[in-house]
């Protein structure tokens, strides 16, 4: 009885020790699992090969002319089934980042693809530039640039090969282009800096109409919302009317000009109630041509 009072304090020392480190052993960890990172890539489970991650260097399949060089920091990417993606630090501005992988893809010789199928216009997040699509064989790239704090950008590039059938000339790409949706009558506005960007899309476009649509997290509200879109159409040389304001609602008169013919659109801003989110829409068409 005397040793088992003895060895009291000892195992209660122990207990207080123990108990003491468990929460150092369950603190979260930067370090993504594995497991995590592959279920993230394809929710779906579809695909018909794992991705294989790769930290600090290329996937197998990336092609190794693909990025600059100099001034570069590949932070990683995924090998994934029919292509592979890559993501990089540049020390340049999103704007700078894009036309330095733009001027570098064309002396590697890729070859712009803009034309194939690519959308013209509309909502965009902001700071990230358009996405730029190149292609060399029957290789597709796409990349974007987007602002890293404190400095520099992150470029996201992706290169697929979509079908051995897929030709990469100018020929194919007009093709490709007619078959695709074209929405340049719309011009690029880019979400303003306070705002979340949460989806976007395009509505019908034929060749006198042309819509699209943006749903912003944003505490701004409607008319402060509406006048940032109606002051980037202004710089972008469209002509804006006076709003037209209602309890929640913005609705600006556009008009302006395509391949010499006049368009005539709406910018409409709605306020969704007790949600701060804002939804977008902008409609251009052109007088229909009878044939």
């Not at 340049?92 to 010789?109: F, N, T, V």
């Not at 292609?135 to 520099?152: D, E, F, K, M, V």
Request: aromatic share 6%; glycine share 8%.
């Amino acid at each position: 009885m005397e040793a088992n009072v003895r060895a009291l304090p000892v195992i209660l020392a122990w207990s207080c020790a123990a108990l003491a480190e468990l929460p150092a052993q369950q603190q979260p960890s930067d370090v993504v699992p594995r497991e995590l990172a592959i279920a993230l890539l394809d929710p779906s489970g579809m695909s018909p090969a794992t991705p294989d991650l790769v930290v600090g260097a290329l996937p197998r399949s990336f092609p190794t002319d693909a990025l600059p060089r100099n001034g570069i920091r590949i932070l990683g990417g995924a090998e994934r089934y029919g292509g592979a993606a890559v993501v990089a630090h540049l020390p340049e501005h999103p704007d700078s980042a894009a036309a330095r992988m733009a001027a570098h893809l064309q002396r590697a010789g890729w070859r712009r693809a803009d034309a194939d199928g690519g959308l013209g216009g509309g909502f965009v997040p902001r700071p990230v530039t358009r996405p730029a699509r190149f292609c060399r064989a029957n290789a597709i790239l796409t990349y974007t640039a987007r602002a890293h704090a404190p400095t520099g950008s992150l470029v996201h590039v992706t290169v697929g090969y979509p079908d051995t059938r897929y030709v990469c000339s100018e020929e194919a790409q007009r093709a490709r282009g007619r078959r695709g949706r074209d929405y340049s009558f719309l011009p690029t506005l880019e979400a303003p800096a306070d705002a979340r960007f949460i989806t976007a899309s395009w509505g019908p476009s034929n060749r006198d109409s042309q819509e699209a649509f943006v749903r912003l997290e944003t505490a701004r509200g409607a008319t402060p919302t509406a006048s940032h879109y109606a002051e980037l159409m202004r710089r972008a040389g469209w002509q804006v009317s006076a709003p037209t304001v209602a309890e929640g609602v913005v609705v600006y008169r556009v008009h302006g000009e395509k391949d010499n013919r006049r368009l005539s659109g709406a910018l409409v801003v709605l306020d969704v109630e007790e949600a701060n989110q804002i939804d977008v829409t902008l409609r251009v068409a052109r007088r229909d041509t009878l044939r």
